[in-house]
């Protein structure tokens, strides 16, 4: 047996020596093995934590360049976007305009135009446009301006708005922007399936929502990242893949290869920019942030100067489905906001449409039927707002003839003595 205390590396050479040869004597004894196999070990681990960590390093780099050089393209194209307008049937004689905005998913509002146009114009009649808004964050001043320029070119008189779904939300803020800028009367504002805040939503809606916004707040530059639209996306269509109505339900019915024929469509559609992607998530962010009540006050106030409009609710109803907007719900906090402050709202049923398929036969039979029905209410209302107005200018007008009048009728002035001290003064 031997100390074991002098088993270290300079123990098993001679002092003094350049011979790296070990001496094996009783002063000098031979290595342990075992020894040396727990350094070696012990010099391989220490080697490998840089490796893993430079390892890492490296593909954390690569990430986070990828993630910001998509970014700043996003940025790029955000801003070369310009909104613009599409005529879908230009009538000449025409005198007054019907813009549509899409919602959620859109780059445009043609197929919603060319869908439900006809059954506005059988209430509202004048031109079909469409406004097409690219892929950029929601807009409603760019909106507006568009639309007043549109007016102008063709005198127009009177423009209405149709707003589908998160679109509507934009709507209302663009009709604000077209009140304070212009003299253009704003005949009526339609709203289909729009939330009017958050809590609108249906609650797996809702808490996704939530809980998007609070995540995305930690990630920078979150609004503008394709790969955050493409998980935004894909959490949207979870009922394709994970029907349920709860968590533990939803995992019990998930569905693998459904799961990722979306997931391939999703990933392709954002990154061949064949859907909006900044869009996409803006409008959503914009609904968490947005308030209706102040933006229907300030169109009160902006339109105290011309012919109030009328707000429509287009509900879904029964037997049609909607799984992302409690219309009733919606449609009432509208309408209490809107009546608070004299704008009139009238909500209409559309029985038989679906949120997302408004396109079909039957929705846009649905539509059709609901508006033919409740054309006479609406039209009344226009027409009650026509004679309010004009009873208000009528009054302004007497009351500027009654000052007048009062003014003409006045003794005039009595003459100031004349200041022969100044005269005099003047004289010398």
């Known amino acids: 047996m031997y100390d074991r205390v002098r088993h270290t590396p300079e123990a098993a050479f001679p002092p003094n020596s350049d011979d790296v040869t070990p001496v094996f004597n009783d002063e000098y004894p031979a ?92 209430v509202s009649r004048g031109d079909l446009d469409s406004v ?33 779904s998160l679109g509507g939300i934009e709507t209302i803020k663009a009709a604000v922007q077209i009140a304070e800028n212009s003299g253009i009367r704003i005949k009526a504002i339609y709203l289909a399936s729009t939330p009017h805040d958050i809590e609108s939503l249906y ?30 996306t894909l959490g949207f269509n979870i009922d394709d893949f994970m029907p349920g109505s709860d968590l533990a339900d939803r995992i019990t019915h998930f569905d693998g290869q ?15 920019h064949k859907s909006p992607s900044v869009a996409t998530l803006e409008y959503q962010i914009d609904l968490a ?20 409009p009328t707000i429509v609710y287009l509900r879904i109803a029964r037997p049609g489905l ?28 559309v029985r038989g449409s679906s949120h997302d398929e408004y396109y079909t036969t039957q929705s846009v039979n649905a539509y059709n039927d ?23 200018q009528a009054n302004i007008a007497l009351s500027h003839l009654l000052a007048d009048a009062q003014t003409s009728t006045q003794p005039p002035a009595t003459p100031q003595p004349f200041d022969d001290t100044i005269q005099a003064s003047g004289q010398r």
């Open 203 to 232: 609650p797996d809606r809702r808490n996704l929502l939530s809980g998007l916004t609070t995540a995305l707040s930690w990630v920078p530059y979150s609004e503008h990242s394709t790969y955050v639209q493409f998980l935004l």
């Open 132 to 164: 097409n808004v690219g892929d950029a964050p929601p807009n409603p001043k760019a909106i507006a301006e568009k639309i007043i320029e549109h007016a102008k070119e063709n005198n127009l008189d009177e423009v209405s708005l149709f707003g589908y």
């Open 289 to 308: 942030r947005t308030d209706v009540r102040s933006d229907i006050k300030q169109l009160a106030e902006a339109t105290q100067n011309n012919v109030t």
């Open 370 to 392: 609901a508006l033919r029905v409740n054309k006479n209410e609406i039209v009344q209302s226009f027409k009650r707002q026509e004679d309010i107005f004009a009873s208000k």
């Open 31 to 122: 290595l342990d093995i075992k020894w040396l196999k727990k350094q070696e070990r012990r010099f391989t681990r220490r080697r490998r934590f840089p490796l893993k960590f430079g390892a890492a390093a490296i593909i954390t780099s690569s990430l986070l360049h990828a993630y910001l050089s998509d970014v700043y393209e996003n940025e790029q194209r955000e801003q070369s976007v310009q909104v613009s307008l599409k005529s879908i049937n230009d009538n000449p004689e025409s005198t007054s305009s019907n813009a549509f905005i899409a919602g959620f998913n859109s780059l445009d509002a043609n197929f919603l135009t060319r869908k439900l146009g006809p059954a506005v114009m059988q």
């Open 322 to 349: 909607d799984y992302v907007v409690e219309n009733d719900k919606a449609s009432s906090q509208y309408c209490d906001d809107a009546r608070e402050v004299h704008i009139p709202c009238i909500i209409v049923s």
């Open 258 to 272: 459904t799961f990722w024929s979306d997931a391939q469509y999703q990933w392709d559609t954002a990154w061949e």
